[in-house]
């Protein structure tokens, strides 16, 4: 059974420390999105990927955050430095652009101090 | 551009009552548009989708949703709510061209009462 992944499922760190959330695709799945969830902003989309080269991430605060996929089955998501507003629930999804669909992983929530 | 808009960002029925929970979209292309579930501390799963085959959609679970373009809606139904429902529910919109970069609604939250 198929899954995207993502480590770790829990963080907590303190304000000015550097994150990094992974994610591993489901095998053979050519894209590759960042979604974080909040109560307040709901569900936003941070990054996309599509075969490994990001085509959009207008979503994403360019001052800390930086996406990346240095191979097929490995994409990160890293903040330097967090704050607590980064206190969310990150989500990896990765789809095949021909079937029109997301996969979702389970989440990384992330609590800043 | 592309849009969706959930109606109720939260509803309750009975156990064993009718779920309708409601979607509206914005396209100015022909749509595909989607219903997700994410269950508690769980990622999003999907439900249906609707990709310009038959206006009615079967899912998962025993939901089921009906494309009205006179109406622009995806209305989202189950005939018999389970205590297992209660859940919060997406409804998206593919964005136009050949992706399956997603736009998604602000949610709506299914609870089932006894």
């Known amino acids: 059974d198929a899954r995207v992944t993502q480590t770790p499922r829990h963080k907590v760190t303190e304000m000015g420390q550097e994150v990094t959330m992974r994610c591993q695709p489901i095998?053979?799945?050519?894209?590759v999105f960042w979604y974080r969830q909040t109560m307040m902003q709901g569900l936003e989309l941070l990054a996309y990927f599509r075969n490994r080269a990001p085509l959009d991430d207008s979503g994403m605060p360019k001052d800390r955050f930086s996406a990346e996929m240095p191979d097929a089955t490995l994409a990160t998501l890293k903040i330097q430095p967090s704050e607590p507003r980064d206190s969310a629930v990150y989500f990896c999804a990765s789809g095949l652009v021909q079937r029109n669909e997301q996969f979702f992983g389970p989440g990384t929530r992330l609590t800043v101090l | 551009a592309q849009s969706v808009t959930q109606l109720g960002s939260h509803v309750s029925v009975s156990e064993g009552a009718l779920v309708l929970l409601r979607c509206n979209y914005s396209s100015s292309v022909p749509p595909y548009l989607f219903w997700y579930v994410q269950y508690p501390n769980q990622g999003l799963q999907l439900l249906l989708k609707?990709?310009?085959?038959?206006?009615l959609v079967k899912g998962i679970n025993g939901f089921e949703a009906e494309f009205k373009k006179s109406e622009t809606s995806f209305h989202l139904t189950k005939p018999s709510a389970h205590m297992s429902d209660a859940a919060e529910y997406f409804c998206?919109?593919?964005?136009?061209?050949?992706?399956?970069?997603?736009?998604f609604g602000t949610g709506t939250l299914l609870a089932v009462q006894p």
């Open positions: 609707y990709t310009s085959a038959a206006t």
């Open positions: 998206a919109v593919r964005i136009g061209g050949a992706t399956n970069k997603l736009i």
């Open positions: 095998l053979g799945h050519n894209t």
